[in-house]
């Protein structure tokens, strides 16, 4: 199955595809997806894009699957607002379309504003009816907005020299006070030992 | 082709694949594949684990695709601290291995070392010799540690209520102030027309 075409799946094979990336059936993902959809529609006139994902809970992974922008390849920016909405927009302009799910609009969408909002535990979700629900909803529970990426967030930041971390001595973008941000302060291991 | 089964692959089929989630061939992508693979071979007593990236580029792909963690499903997270390193971590005590690129082991891999620190311009680097290269090298350019990850990074944290912000009326993870994280000041955009 193609990765990257949206149009090329049904909703059943977006299913299928994204349960296989993400590890299991998502209903942020299903509905990332249509928010995704209806931006690249109004995309048309840019050939290619880059991305803004506003929450860190699933949007980014429909990002992933159905444009061509990753965390690794630096399209993809996650600026975690906890707003539920992504962005596309031409890299150099800034000019593009964000995507949000529209609190205000789920009145007519009980079984979306549910989930949302969290208002039924996950276990009393019906997950068809949700289904179904994201589906006919599809564009009427977002809002869809021409934007403009501030300029600090365009183009590419120069990567500069690699440099020997004077602590660790693993290599490391090179900042002034010699050391890599691990060494600076940011701690992630509380144990540490070689193996190999 | 089966995603997220590194064995699957052969070094053809991982380079083809790869390149169409990633949108190019990328280096750091293909020694990323090796780097995760030498560490899901050590994590044979655990079958499920997290990740942590401590690269944003390339480095993440790599996880997200040979792995079940990606960050839409919160199982990798991205903690930039600019080393070329991953780990795979049992997600409850907190060990697991990590593995890193090895400035001090390129010497014998001059191709590597040339695109590692960026020695030689994209355009004058010899990619076949450079595949060849990270393949013949394998974990000999790697450091291999076993870590026990800090306990502060560890576990889920409660997502909480969903509130609507006081001033954009989006949906946002409540906090105290009653507006989300954009509206404390977190500028993405320069303009912002609602069309739907």
């Known amino acids: 199955m193609p990765m990257k075409e949206l149009n090329k799946y049904t909703a059943d094979e977006y299913i299928k595809a994204l349960t296989e990336f993400h590890g299991n059936f998502a209903p942020g993902l299903f509905i990332g997806g249509f928010m995704v959809a209806a931006a690249i529609r109004r995309m048309g006139e840019y050939e290619i894009f880059d991305a803004i994902c506003e929450s860190t809970a699933c949007l980014p992974d429909a990002i992933q699957m159905l444009t061509p922008c990753t965390v690794g390849n630096g399209w993809l920016k996650i600026i ?19 995507v949000s799910l529209d609190p205000q609009k789920l009145d007519r969408f009980p079984e979306i504003k549910n989930w949302f909002f969290r208002l039924t535990r996950k276990q009393e979700q019906d997950q068809e009816k949700l ?23 365009l183009g590419k930041h120069d990567r500069g020299r690699i440099a020997i ?5 693993e290599a490391y973008p090179e900042e002034e006070c010699g050391l890599c941000r691990a060494c600076q302060g940011l701690e992630i291991y509380s144990k540490l030992s070689r193996v190999g």
Chains 1, 2 share one sequence.
């Open 80 to 98: 975690d607002t906890g707003r539920f909405a992504i962005t596309l927009y031409d890299k150099k302009s800034g000019n593009g379309v964000r």
């Open 165 to 169: 971390c004077e602590s660790c001595g």
């Open 131 to 153: 289904i179904h629900e994201i589906q006919s909803a599809g564009e009427n529970a977002f809002t869809i907005r021409n934007v403009t990426v501030s300029r600090a967030l």
